[in-house]
């Protein structure tokens, strides 16, 4: 009688772990559709306020061009390249301005999220991850590392106490420094140089 009480034990536990490990991969896969509809969201949002930034910054170069040009007419060459490079410096510094200004946005945890995101997936590996905000961001690190690990539960991200000489955004690097994606908007706007040089240099 002992012996069959024992199989019977021992069967019963079986279905117990066989019906936990299913609930176990339901739940997983649950959780990645939700993250990956909350990233697709966000990454469009995104996207959606970098196109505003880059029409609010295309009518304010033309307006600076308009200005500009008009006193440079009668000058050289010379000087009209001197004009082409000012005003790609004045449009990138007012894009940097205006992604700076995002801080004060209701969402702007949400985006600094978002980024990190984007500078994870960029890096292609997730055997263990330090971040970096800049020391105004800093105390959003801690929401932000939260809703990390609810995307990422099997990746080990910490965040530095030591700011990144950034104005906003964020560095996210391997655990031990090989490799690192900057998502700050310093090196966004470089990024975007080209881009703006193509929309805007032809007005000239």
């Given at each position: 009688?002992?012996?069959?009480?024992?199989?019977?034990?021992?069967?019963?536990?079986?279905?117990?772990?066989?019906?936990?490990?299913?609930?176990?991969?339901?739940?997983?896969?649950?959780?990645?559709?939700?993250?990956?509809?909350?990233?697709?969201?966000?990454?469009?949002?995104?996207?959606?306020?970098?196109?505003?930034?880059?029409?609010?910054?295309?009518?304010?170069?033309?307006?600076?061009?308009?200005?500009?040009?008009?006193?440079?007419?009668?000058?050289?060459?010379?000087?009209?390249?001197?004009?082409?490079?000012?005003?790609?410096?004045?449009?990138?510094?007012?894009?940097?301005?205006?992604?700076?200004?995002?801080?004060?946005?209701?969402?702007?945890?949400?985006?600094?999220?978002?980024?990190?995101?984007?500078?994870?997936?960029?890096?292609?590996?997730?055997?263990?991850?330090?971040?970096?905000?800049?020391?105004?961001?800093?105390?959003?690190?801690?929401?932000?590392?939260?809703?990390?690990?609810?995307?990422?539960?099997?990746?080990?991200?910490?965040?530095?106490?030591?700011p990144a000489p950034i104005l906003?955004?964020?560095?996210?690097?391997?655990?031990?420094?090989?490799?690192?994606?900057?998502?700050?908007?310093?090196?966004?706007?470089?990024?975007?140089?080209?881009?703006?040089?193509?929309?805007?240099?032809?007005?000239?």
């Amino acid at each position: 009688m002992k012996e069959v009480s024992n199989e019977k034990i021992d069967s019963l536990r079986d279905i117990i772990l066989e019906s936990a490990n299913s609930e176990k991969k339901a739940a997983l896969t649950q959780g990645r559709r939700e993250a990956d509809e909350w990233i697709a969201g966000e990454t469009e949002k995104l996207q959606q306020e970098t196109d505003m930034i880059l029409q609010d910054a295309k009518k304010r170069s033309e307006d600076i061009k308009r200005r500009q040009i008009l006193s440079a007419e009668r000058e050289k060459a010379t000087e009209t390249l001197r004009l082409q490079n000012r005003l790609l410096s004045d449009a990138m510094g007012l894009l940097q301005d205006k992604l700076v200004h995002l801080r004060g946005r209701e969402d702007y945890k949400e985006i600094l999220t978002g980024m990190c995101i984007d500078a994870i997936e960029s890096l292609g590996t997730k055997d263990g991850l330090s971040i970096r905000f800049s020391a105004t961001d800093l105390p959003l690190a801690e929401p932000v590392e939260q809703k990390l690990h609810e995307i990422y539960p099997d990746v080990s991200i910490s965040f530095s106490t030591d700011p990144a000489p950034i104005l906003g955004g964020c560095w996210v690097s391997t655990a031990d420094g090989q490799r690192q994606v900057n998502m700050d908007w310093q090196n966004i706007t470089q990024e975007m140089a080209d881009s703006l040089a193509e929309r805007l240099l032809p007005l000239l």
